[in-house]
């Protein structure tokens, strides 16, 4: 089984971002991340930075506000990978500005992580900062009815448990048919037995119940019966394509939900968030499926 997690980036896959932005002789003096940070354009948003959803160091997060939003623009709150483990907001700084740049309130959240807490402390975080974001969407100038989780690799674990599993969502008085719907990047839906310690960590292994499998609940036909988007890398080799986007495009589409389905043949695991950024957009349409989906008239 190919590793289910976003494994921070390695010398190996920070040298492949560089290479792609034409700045490999920088490898020793910068991160990719910043790197990708400093071409993000900053005259299509403003940003709230470091909004609380909670009383914890890392239940924080940055709202990145559209600067020619429509009114009742769509809300995405988005969760960020790193094997439950690692992962920083600031970093996504660029896929804030551009769902921003198309319309879209866009919510980067932190979340609190392994070993600091396990399975499911980091889900009800989640749910406590989408409960914020309904609780502002209108402060905000986006409509509570337009509200969608999302989430890349880890992060899109999350955001489809919190659509398919009502128990986390309900601990802060909201439920799945309060989303409009969900967005899942290269997501890990299926992923026991737990083969990598980091992730074994995280999920108290052996002790892991199936019920911590978005899989699960989607074959058991439970949660968000709304328009769902699912994208991944053809060729992902650390979270198989076809035991998990796939899998789970088939079992919400046995039941009735819309899915809208892409795999792209030139990105990766981890380009297939990077081509959000502008020097690396030309990889896959990612940005396009992703805010058209968004964006699309009724999403509710």
Partial sequence: MNSPHHAPLTVPARRRWLTLLGL???LQACSPIRLINATVPSNTHTVLRDEAYGSAARQRMDVYLPVNKTPDAPMAVFFYGG???????????????????RGIVTVVADYRLSPEVRYPVFLQDCAQAVRWARDNAQRLGAS????????HSAGAYNAAMLALDARWLSEVGLQPADLAGWAGLAGPYDFLPIGIPEVQRAFNWPDTPASSQPL?????????????????????????????????????????TPVELELFERVSHVTLIGAMAP?????????ERFSGFLNRPGAT
């Avoid at 992962?87 to 740049?101: H, P, Q």
């Avoid at 968000?224 to 394509?241: E, G, I, Y």
């Fill in 24 to 26: 490999a002789p920088l």
């Fill in 83 to 101: 094997s439950w483990s690692s992962g920083e907001r600031a970093d996504y700084k660029f896929v804030g500005e551009a769902l921003a740049s």
């Fill in 144 to 151: 509570p009815s337009r509200l969608f989780v999302t989430g």
């Fill in 216 to 256: 699960f609940h989607a074959q058991a036909g439970t949660g968000l019966q709304h328009r769902v988007l699912l994208l991944a890398a053809r060729n992902d080799t650390m979270v198989n394509p076809q035991r998990n986007t796939l899998a789970m495009a088939k079992a919400l589409q046995a039941r009735g």
């Fill in 279 to 287: 020097p690396l957009r030309g990889l896959a349409p990612v940005l």
